[in-house]
């Protein structure tokens, strides 16, 4: 019963003040991953390419109602494996664009898009480029992980008229109870100063029990859950979702 009550606050999201949406990145690898399909449906699932479980993870949460999006890799300072699907700054236009197709096309369901990683590539200009020409081509819109500071991909996405949010709060870069209570607090205050909040978090165990445990406090705190692309500027629409206004 309380889970019904809590989707049914989640979803009637006009009467709130403010709006989150919660995004699970890293998902395809671990048989763990699954556990995501516990969450709500208002919690927005990103799926990484090419991987053992992605399809299967994305056609069961479309199917529960969730929002799916496509969690590109894209090439880290670092020099960190990315994996399949990577993408980087040494490859041709043509491979770069034929990789990011075969990306997209390995996620069902996916009507958004944003970066794994990619503090480097997210920096750079014509790679941008060739990554919102692609989104724009595909009607997917994208979020910018804000992996650095210095990205470019939010003003290139804008530049081109690909429909864009930002991450606003990584929830779980430290994984205790009170490093996840201290940055969901944070979440919640935000919502005072601006009505939508972009969150990021990851499939951690600890992650999705303790959203389990506390996504009721949102509802409480006069703030609706809903999936990004209900924050998405009034007018935008999708063919791989049909319900992109604002309400």
């Known amino acids: ?96 664009k034929l990789q990011l197709e075969q990306a997209i096309d390995s996620v069902p369901f996916a009507s958004g898009a944003n970066n794994h990683m990619g503090s480097l590539l997210t920096q750079l200009d014509k790679p941008m480029h060739w990554v919102m020409d692609t989104l724009l081509q595909r009607d997917i819109y994208f979020i910018d992980s804000v992996t650095t500071k210095f990205t470019q991909a939010g003003a290139v996405a804008e530049s081109v008229g690909v429909p864009l949010l930002k991450r606003t709060i990584f929830l779980d870069n430290d994984k205790t109870d009170a490093g996840l209570e201290l940055q969901f607090q944070k979440a919640i205050a935000l919502t005072k100063t601006q009505t939508d909040v972009v969150v990021i978090a990851h499939p951690y165990p600890e992650t999705l029990t303790f959203l389990n445990n506390n996504l009721h406090r949102l509802a409480q705190a006069n703030i609706a859950l809903v999936p990004p692309s209900k924050l998405l500027p009034i007018g935008i629409t999708s063919k791989n979702n049909t319900a992109l206004l604002q309400d």
């Open 1 to 96: 019963m309380r889970y019904l009550l809590l989707c049914f606050l989640l979803f009637s999201s006009s009467s709130f003040a403010a709006r989150i949406a919660i995004i699970i990145d890293d998902i395809g690898y671990r048989q763990s991953d699954k556990a995501v399909l516990a969450l709500p449906p208002s919690v927005t699932l990103s799926v990484l390419p090419l991987t053992p479980l992605g399809k299967a993870v994305a056609t069961k949460a479309h199917q529960q109602g969730s929002e799916i999006l496509v969690h590109l890799p894209m090439q880290a300072l670092n020099g960190k494996t990315i994996g399949p699907g990577a993408l980087t700054n040494a490859m041709s236009e043509q491979d770069f």
